[in-house]
């Protein structure tokens, strides 16, 4: 059994900067592939970036590439997502996932066995 829980969301002006951090309980959390999904009103819920089990593979939504940097904790048990030059579009609540025993990177929301209850990050000026 893993549990999330995101932390860092908040209000910003455009241009910007926010750190997400996502804390995983469980002994199963260092074999953990890790995502970074986004849902805003009214649309569905996408995914923004993810890692592998050993922090060394990450994968970006084109939206945010250049702008967000994924990473993982010395522990492993915490993963970030450092967002830089925020833009009103990427307003939005945002979620942790993680599949346990996972190896490849996967964008598609049903990969992921768990889920965090995520955090708002609101773009605005």
């Known amino acids: 059994q893993v549990q999330l829980v995101e932390s860092g969301g908040g209000l910003v002006q455009p241009g910007g900067s926010l750190r997400l951090s996502c804390a995983a309980s469980?002994?199963?959390?260092?074999?953990?592939?890790m995502g970074w999904f986004r849902q805003a009103p009214g649309k569905e819920r996408e995914f923004v970036s993810g890692i592998d089990r050993r922090g060394i593979r990450t994968l970006y939504a084109d939206s945010v590439k250049g702008r967000f940097t994924v990473s993982r904790g010395n522990a492993k048990n915490t993963v970030y997502l450092q967002m830089n030059s925020l833009k009103f579009e990427d307003t939005a609540v945002y979620y942790c996932?993680?599949?346990?025993?996972?190896?490849?990177?996967?964008?598609?929301?049903?990969?992921?066995?768990?889920w965090g209850q995520g955090t708002q990050v609101t773009v605005s000026s």
């Open positions: 996932a993680a599949r346990v025993n996972g190896y490849n990177l996967r964008t598609d929301p049903s990969f992921y066995d768990y």
């Open positions: 469980g002994d199963t959390f260092d074999g953990a592939v």
